[in-house]
Nanobody, 115 residues
Framework: QVQLVESGGGSVQPGGFLNLSCAVS????????MGWYRQAPGKQRAVVAA???????YYIDSVRGRFTISGDNAKNSLNLFLNFLRPEDTAVYYC?????????WGQGTQVTVAS
């Protein structure tokens, strides 16, 4: 069974940066059709950045220009570089298939942005 393990979260001040990583094991991996999601307190989990099936990058408007998604097929990992972080980016971040999150969710990694 495919397992997703997210890491790299932390607490940073506004304007700071973090580099998240998602390790994928137990099955074949391609960054195409994979994405990063986040869930803030009291809100639904939603995608923030992804690779489409054809490999194009997708970002929601609020993170475009600040977040960068990348994949390393040799290392079975999906990464997300978060830059110029804002308090509203505070959430638990997860990776999964995109556009349909078909895999069992990992535990996520907490990102907290506060002064």
């Amino acid at each position: 069974q495919v397992q997703l393990v997210e890491s790299g979260g932390g607490s940073v001040q506004p304007g700071g940066f973090l580099n998240l990583s998602c390790a994928v094991s137990g099955g074949p991996f391609s960054s195409h059709g994979m994405g990063w999601y986040r869930q803030a307190p009291g809100k639904q989990r939603a995608v923030v950045a992804a690779f489409t099936d054809s490999g194009k990058q997708y970002y929601i408007d609020s993170v475009r220009g600040r977040f960068t998604i990348s994949g390393d097929n040799a290392k079975n990992s999906l990464n997300l570089f978060l830059n110029f972080l804002r308090p509203e980016d505070t959430a638990v971040y997860y990776c999964n298939k995109f556009p349909y999150a078909q895999l069992p969710w990992g535990q996520g990694t907490q990102v907290t942005v506060a002064s």
